[in-house]
């Protein structure tokens, strides 16, 4: 996927206010918006689909809370069914 750069994503404008912050992407939530954690298997052709959107996401704020421990102010923005 593209990431969008314009607005508030553009790092090159000095006029926006979130230019020097720092940005952490989530690019895919495998279906269940950010919030699957299981298996669901389609009765009609057993076809299995593994939900770990839940599972991404505490991955994420774990990596955040060792490496961004006490941030002053957090964003957060979302798009499709990723938001």
């Known amino acids: 996927p593209e990431l969008q750069e314009e607005g508030i994503f553009d ?3 000095n006029e926006n206010p979130l230019k020097d912050w720092t940005r952490v992407v989530i690019l895919y ?3 269940d ?3 699957g954690n ?3 298997v389609n009765p009609r052709d057993g076809t299995e ?3 770990n ?3 991404n996401v505490k991955t994420v704020l774990d990596w955040l809370k060792m490496n ?3 941030p002053d102010r957090v964003y957060l923005y979302g ?3 990723g938001g």
């Open 68 to 70: 961004i421990p006490n």
């Open 79 to 81: 798009s499709s069914s």
């Open 53 to 55: 959107g839940r599972s």
């Open 38 to 40: 299981g298996l669901d």
């Open 11 to 13: 790092l090159d404008n």
């Open 29 to 31: 939530c495998t279906g």
């Open 33 to 35: 918006v950010h919030a």
């Open 49 to 51: 689909y593994y939900f």
